[in-house]
């Protein structure tokens, strides 16, 4: 099936079709004062939350919706969680570097 048609796909898979769409809002969310962000981080937080709505079946037209109306907001709470979830967030090893 072609995308004129109507492609489905897993939404890992979209990533190489969608990865315009994660530069945008990786500059939308660097122009916020965020400027450590990065492409793959919007990518898995997007991939997480979709997860959560238990599709596996995604239209390109779907991940780029998804990816471009990612709040900023949204974004920095799913990266805070995902830094106090980190198993090696509270590690000593982290504490001799400093």
Known sequence: MTEATGEI???EDW???VKPALVSKKE????MGYES???E???KCVISRAKKM???EWMIHQVVNKILT??????MNWLTVQAVT?????SFDTLKEN
């Open 9 to 11: 796909r897993i939404l």
């Open 15 to 17: 990533l190489p079709e």
């Open 28 to 31: 939308e969310i660097h122009f």
């Open 37 to 39: 962000v990065t492409e």
């Open 41 to 43: 981080e919007i990518w």
């Open 54 to 56: 238990k599709d596996d």
């Open 70 to 75: 990612l709040s900023t907001n949204d974004f």
């Open 86 to 90: 980190d198993d090696k967030w509270y």
